[in-house]
Antibody, heavy 117, light 111 residues
């Protein structure tokens, strides 16, 4: 059974950093791209970025709203993906979801990040 | 890149069919057959219902179908059931640079 579990969310002040983790199980992690999405309270879904699988160089792409501030990485032996978020803004407040593949065929339960002073 | 346009709400009676539209531009929906649809219950994570325009993941009911015409993609739910009451979002690939753009979301109500 495919499972994705996010962790690391919480309350953080504007301008500070936070790292989210995604622990995967139930599939060959290294064979898949991993994506991050977010959803602000009461709002719609937004794509954050993805990291390609090792076979495709493990390269990353980001939404314009987070490019230069967020970094996605992966540790294939540990079956984990990460979202490093720097220079956080109040508008980054959202539930962050880790998903498998580009289109998100499996989703984690999400972790809430609140950016507030 | 603007969000894709979806109706705010769609409703139908049990057993009926409903269609949710997702209107984009020639830069996204119109060019790429890479539209996905997600179902989301309140307080829950989204679930992929349709990918690559019309393909259903394993386990998704065949009552859900996707299609596209021009710059508009559509999700049709046939034989509407109470459990289909949820929010639905479309998402389209928009080329390198923008990559993915979401729809505004549609609340489906089963009367």
């Amino acid at each position: 059974e495919v499972q994705l579990v996010e962790s690391g969310g919480g309350l953080v002040q504007p301008g500070r950093s936070l790292r989210l983790s995604c622990t995967a199980s139930g599939f060959n992690f290294g064979d898949y791209a991993m994506s991050w999405f977010r959803q602000a309270p009461g709002k719609g879904l937004e794509w954050v970025g993805f990291i390609r699988g090792k076979a495709y160089g493990g390269t990353t792409e980001y939404a314009a709203s987070v490019k230069g501030r967020f970094t996605i990485s992966r540790d294939d032996p540990k079956s984990m993906a990460y979202l490093q978020m720097n220079s956080l803004k109040t508008e980054d407040t959202a539930v962050y979801y880790c998903t498998r593949a580009f289109e998100g065929d499996y989703w984690g339960q999400g972790t809430l990040v609140t950016v507030s002073s | 890149q603007s969000a894709l346009t979806q109706p705010a709400s769609v409703s139908g009676s049990p057993g009926q069919s409903i269609t949710i539209s997702c209107t984009g531009t020639s830069s996204d929906v119109g060019t790429y057959n890479l539209v996905s649809w997600y179902q989301q219950y309140p307080g829950k994570a989204p679930k992929l219902m349709i990918y690559e325009g019309s393909k259903r993941p394993s386990g998704v009911s065949n009552r859900f179908s996707g299609s596209k015409s021009g710059n508009t993609a559509s999700l049709t739910i046939s034989g509407l059931q109470a459990e289909d009451e949820a929010d639905y979002y479309c998402c389209s690939y928009a080329g390198s640079g923008t990559f993915y753009v979401f729809g505004t979301g549609t609340k489906v109500t089963v009367l």
